[in-house]
């Protein structure tokens, strides 16, 4: 079955970095279009970043230039490397294969002082 597991999150600081990471299973990766969403408390769920099967990425204005989205198909991982993190950041971030309803369990980032 469809396997989404997120990992890397935790306590940054304003300014600082995370590199999140999905393992993915249970399905043909490499061709499979891949998203990162996040939710922050009280706010509905929003698109951060995409990456098609081919490399193709988008972004969210909000991200844009300091967050990073890619994809290693040999391991079946898309990571999102985020950069120069805000408080406004702070959510929990959830991977998800875009066309279908199967989405990970979440990974929560904070970032504070």
């Known amino acids: 079955q469809v396997q989404l597991v997120e990992s890397g999150g935790g306590l940054v600081q304003p300014g600082g970095s995370l590199r999140l990471s999905c393992a993915a299973s249970?399905?043909?990766?490499?061709?499979?279009?891949m998203g990162w969403y996040r939710q922050a408390p009280g706010k509905e769920r929003e698109v951060v970043a995409v990456i098609s099967g081919g490399g193709s990425t988008t972004y969210a204005d909000s991200v844009k230039g300091r967050f990073t989205i890619s994809r290693d198909n040999a391991k079946s991982v898309v990571y999102l490397q985020m950069n120069s993190l805000k408080p406004e950041d702070t959510a929990v971030y959830y991977c998800m294969m875009l066309g279908t309803n199967y989405w990970g369990k979440g990974t929560l980032v904070t970032v504070s002082s």
């Open positions: 249970g399905f043909i990766f490499s061709i499979s279009a």
